[in-house]
């Protein structure tokens, strides 16, 4: 058995309360509404993207923020794929937390800041513990030991 699958497998011994889910749920819908508000606002986040000195790629990067926001989101609310999408919004955040305290001096940034160190720690905590009890990978692990024997 490999490092990865040690690591795995010790992760899925790990069990979350069943009120964590509730948590992950409204994780998932605030990180699908985000999404779909800079789909909204695309002009803006590729002005926030562009803003941050020496990223060139901007129009990929905010493509990258809000499709991954859009799919993530709803993913996390479901339990699917957990911990996949949880990795792939880490860096959007820890971005965001950084954009956020290097403009921490207006008043509105006060409340993003907060926020964003908010889901930032939330999706770490996620990471750790993947999609919980009433989950799509709960199912799907389920189904995987059924199947085995």
Same mark, same amino acid.
């Given at each position: 058995?490999? !490092?990865?699958?040690r690591i795995d497998l010790w992760l899925d011994t790990v069990k979350a309360p069943s009120w964590m889910d509730v948590i992950r749920l409204a994780l998932g819908i605030f990180i699908f509404y985000k999404g779909f508000i800079f789909t909204q606002n695309f002009q803006a986040l590729t002005e926030n993207v562009a803003s941050m000195d020496g990223l060139f790629l901007t @129009?990929? @990067? !905010?493509? *990258? @923020? $809000?499709i991954t926001h859009l799919v993530g989101g709803c993913l996390i609310a479901m339990g699917a794929y957990t911990r996949a999408m949880c990795l792939l919004n880490l860096p959007i955040l820890i971005g965001a937390v950084i954009f956020n305290a290097g403009h921490f001096l207006t008043v509105e940034n006060h409340l993003e800041l907060a926020m964003a160190i908010i889901v #930032? !720690?939330?999706?770490a905590l996620f990471f750790i *513990? =993947? =999609? =919980?009890?009433? $989950?799509?990978d709960? #199912?799907?692990r389920r189904d995987l030991q059924r199947k085995k024997g």
């Open positions: 058995m490999n !490092a990865v699958q @129009i990929p @990067i !905010a493509h *990258y @923020i $809000s #930032l !720690a939330l999706l *513990y =993947g =999609g =919980g009890r009433f $989950s799509l709960e #199912l799907r």
